[in-house]
Nanobody, 123 residues
Framework: QVQLVESGGGLVQAGGSLRLSCAASGRTFNSYTIGWFRQAPGKEREFVAA????????RYADSVKGRFTISRDGAKNTVYLQMNSLQAEDTAVYYC????????????????WGQGTQVTVSS
């Protein structure tokens, strides 16, 4: 059974940093893309970043380019999202997801989802 477990969320002041983790288990993830999405209250879930598990290629939403970095540790089966220069607009529940559509920016490209972790940025 595939499990994705997010951690690392919390409350941070504007301009601060957080690192989210997504621990994956239940299968090998070769050929999978691991993505991060976020959902703010009253808004649709939106793409943040994605990484190809095998070769580590990445893709980012324009809104986070230059501030967020996605990476993976194969030995720990974990994907990270380093978030710097956080802004109030980054406040949301952050989800990680796994899917076979390469670096997809759409939720439909992902088959497995975690439960999410709350990130709150105070201004």
């Amino acid at each position: 059974q595939v499990q994705l477990v997010e951690s690392g969320g919390g409350l941070v002041q504007a301009g601060g940093s957080l690192r989210l983790s997504c621990a994956a288990s239940g299968r090998t993830f070769n050929s999978y893309t691991i993505g991060w999405f976020r959902q703010a209250p009253g808004k649709e879930r939106e793409f943040v970043a994605a990484i190809g598990w095998t070769i580590g290629n990445t893709r980012y939403a324009d809104s986070v380019k230059g501030r967020f970095t996605i990476s993976r540790d194969g030995a720990k089966n974990t994907v990270y999202l380093q978030m710097n220069s956080l802004q109030a607009e980054d406040t949301a529940v952050y989800y990680c997801a796994a899917g076979l559509v390469g670096l997809s920016t759409h939720t439909s490209g992902y088959q497995y989802w975690g439960q999410g972790t709350q990130v709150t940025v105070s201004s």
